[in-house]
């Protein structure tokens, strides 16, 4: 049993999602953030940087935090959605990618465009003009794939949850069609529609 420690952000669904793929047995506990639960001893216990998201294996005791590095956990230890050999180093050249480019990016973008409009036309003039540009790169490495790197993986459900707000970046997804279309067939599977609402129903799954 996976004690998952989240929230209803694109870093805490990647993490669902794919339990949810795994079809591995799960307790999803929300996390409030702003230091209400995420700042507390017993937290940091768990995640020593207060991040969500957070896991702890009920049985060993092994806990681990970090998106990125429960991904590749997770993944390694199923043997599934993280392939051997070449196939494997596309994936996480994707998945670092999210980690490194499209999650710090993205969440400046949330600060600015959607949370403090009007604060700073710098920084939302900076930021929009940044997100377009990863969209670009996504929208350029998706045409004529239906996934990032090789099959469905853990890159894509690295990535998938922070496409899924376009809204907040204030991007239309018909200027990048590619990007659109996957972002569409990764949102019909059943797994990733379970993901999406932990730990609780927030809003429906954001339709282009």
């Known amino acids: 049993m996976i004690d998952l420690y989240t929230a209803t952000t694109p870093n805490g669904r990647k993490i669902s999602i794919l339990l949810e793929e795994l079809g591995l047995p799960y307790e999803a506990h ?14 940091r216990k768990i995640a020593p940087s207060g991040m969500i998201p957070a896991i702890v ?18 993944a390694e230890r199923e043997g599934r959605f993280l392939p051997t050999g070449a196939e494997r180093w596309a994936v996480l050249e994707w998945l670092f990618w999210q980690v490194g480019s499209v999650g710090p ?6 600060h600015f465009l959607r949370y403090n409009v009007g604060v700073s ?17 996504l929208d350029k490495r998706l045409t004529g794939r239906d996934f990032v ?14 496409i899924s707000r376009f809204e907040f970046h204030k991007t239309d997804l018909d200027s990048f069609p590619a990007v659109r279309d996957w972002y569409l067939r990764i949102a019909e ?17 954001p339709m282009p």
């Not at 929300?30 to 937290?43: H, I, M, Q």
């Not at 049985?59 to 997770?74: H, K, P, V, Y």
């Not at 599977?189 to 799954?205: E, L, S, T, W």
């Open 57 to 74: 294996e009920r049985e060993t005791g092994f806990r681990l935090m970090e998106s990125g590095a429960i991904l590749i956990w997770l």
């Open 105 to 110: 990016i993205f969440g400046q973008a949330h």
């Open 149 to 162: 790197a090789g099959d469905y993986s853990i890159a894509d459900m690295a990535i998938w949850p922070w």
């Open 121 to 137: 036309e710098y920084g939302e003039k900076r930021y929009w003009e940044l997100t377009q540009k990863l969209y670009g790169v």
């Open 189 to 205: 599977r059943p797994a990733v529609q379970r993901g999406y609402h932990q730990p609780k129903y927030v809003n429906d799954i």
């Open 30 to 43: 929300a996390v409030k953030l702003g230091g209400r639960d995420n700042d507390t001893p017993e937290y």
